[in-house]
Structure formats: C-alpha cells, structure tokens
C-alpha cells in the first residue's frame, strides 16, 4: 500500500508559477513511477507527467512540455511538478499517483486526494 498526499496548490496568475509536492508513504518509493494527473470540471481526468523511479526519464504531456517539470526526490519520498508560465486552461484538481507499471492512462494503483490548482486571466 501506498499512502500520497499532495500540496502546494493555489490560486495565481497567468504566467505565475507553483510547485506541487507529492509526499509518499508506506511502501519503497523507488519502486514506484510516479506521475500527475489533472482533471478540469466537467472534463476527464488527464494524464500530465510521468517519472522512471529508476532512470529520472521523464515524459509529459503536449499541452504543459516546455512548461512544467516533474521531478523526484527517492531520499525525500517525493515527486514534484513545477509549473510555469501557467495558463487559466492549466485551472484543474492536480493528482498524484504511484504505480509499479509504466503508463499514461488514469489506471494507477494508489492516488493521492488533489490539490486545486486555479489560475486567473
């Protein structure tokens, strides 16, 4: 079992900048990839980056390359996503989850309960 509790959401600007945290718990964490997803209102929950446990490679999707960054910290039990030069689309509930299998779809193992990201025009 894998416990995840995110944080650092909020409201900002567009162009602004915020940096989610992704704390886990109760299982090896390096074992896990660990991504974000993001899901808008009225909208299905979307994939938005992904990191290797092993080998820091990264992927994201589309919409955020060149934006946001996904980072881990194995020692620290914790995956980032900085997000810059935000846009009001980016406004979404941010979730993080932990799988031992490598994908982009919302099927993940464990997710954390989100963390409200609002961006204003």
């Known amino acids: 079992q894998v416990q995840l509790v995110e944080s650092g959401g909020g409201l900002v600007p567009a162009g602004g900048s915020l940096t989610l945290s992704c704390a886990a718990s109760?299982?090896?964490?390096?074992?896990?990839?660990m991504a974000w997803f993001r899901r808008a209102p009225g909208k299905e929950r979307e994939f938005v980056a992904v990191?290797?446990?092993?080998?820091?490679?990264?992927d994201y999707a589309d919409s955020v390359k060149g934006r946001f960054t996904i980072s881990r910290d194995n020692a620290k039990s914790t995956v980032y996503l900085q997000m810059n030069n935000l846009k009001p689309e980016d406004t979404a509930r941010y979730y993080c989850?932990?799988?031992?299998?490598?994908?982009?779809?919302?099927?993940?193992?464990?997710w954390g309960q989100g963390t409200q990201v609002t961006v204003s025009s």
């Open positions: 990191i290797n446990p092993s080998t820091d490679t990264t």
């Open positions: 989850a932990a799988d031992r299998i490598l994908t982009t779809s919302p099927i993940y193992d464990y």
């Open positions: 109760g299982s090896t964490f390096s074992w896990y990839f």
